[in-house]
């Protein structure tokens, strides 16, 4: 398996602000995923990151809100920006399984509260 | 469109009682199956994951799951319950949508286990 950090592990941030959230992961993998989930809520894709191209968001998603960055194949930043109090959620990072590339590892999250 | 159904929000249980979480997924083909479990603050751990083969599948923490192709199913079980088990349950599939193979949430199953 795959151990996988992620800083911050939660923040309360001010409405208009941004927050950059690592995800830094301990065997390289090619494949990353960031995913919300809201308060009671599942969880939904914002974005896949493949290292050395541009992340493909989902539908709702976009880059200008959520930039992320995939330096190399160990880590991954999301960027959440102009923030509002819908913002407030749970944000994951997850890895493609280093042998089981239709598996995924997950972080343990960051809450994220806008005030 | 493709959809992962868990029709029980809450589930209530004794300890040492059974247990069974329903999950319902809408493909056209067999999806890869998987089970995760969020416990308070924590991430996502698999319990269990069906690719192919035998449809009764075995997980970590005595947990098991079946696949039933006819009825598009895969309900995870316990025969007993114990009240460390008390957290939230998600359903998802694996899948290639357009071209991108990603996972698909259920809306999570909240189990509390009564002493």
């Known amino acids: 398996s795959a151990v996988i950090s992620q800083k911050p592990s939660r923040d309360i941030c001010q409405r208009g602000t941004s927050l950059t959230i690592q995800c830094q992961v301990d065997s390289q993998v090619t494949m990353m995923f960031w995913y919300r989930q809201q308060p009671g809520q599942s969880l939904t894709l914002i974005a896949t990151?493949?290292?050395?191209?541009?992340?493909?968001?989902e539908s709702g998603f976009v880059i200008d809100k959520f930039p992320i960055s995939r330096p190399n194949l160990t880590f991954s930043t999301l960027t959440v920006s102009n923030m509002s109090p819908e913002d407030s959620s749970i944000y994951l990072c997850?890895?493609?399984?280093?042998?089981?590339?239709?598996?995924?590892?997950f972080g343990p999250g960051t809450r994220l509260t806008v005030l | 469109a493709q959809s992962v159904t868990q029709p029980d929000i809450h589930i209530t249980v004794s300890e040492g009682a059974s247990l069974e979480l329903r999950c319902n997924y809408s493909?056209?083909?067999?999806?890869?199956l998987f089970w995760y479990v969020q416990s308070p603050g924590q991430g996502l751990q698999l319990l269990l994951k069906?690719?192919?083969?035998?449809?009764l599948v075995q997980g970590i923490k005595g947990f098991e799951a079946e696949f039933k192709r006819s009825q598009s199913s895969f309900n995870l079980r316990k025969p007993s319950v114990h009240w460390s088990d008390a957290a939230e349950y998600f359903c998802?599939?694996?899948?290639?949508?357009?071209?991108?193979?990603?996972?698909?949430f259920g809306t999570g199953t909240r189990l509390k286990v009564l002493a």
């Open positions: 069906y690719f192919s083969g035998d449809t």
């Open positions: 998802a599939v694996g899948l290639f949508t357009s071209g991108t193979y990603k996972y698909i």
């Open positions: 493909y056209g083909a067999t999806p890869y």
């Open positions: 997850s890895v493609e399984a280093p042998l089981s590339w239709n598996e995924q590892f």
């Open positions: 990151a493949n290292q050395g191209s541009e992340a493909t968001y």
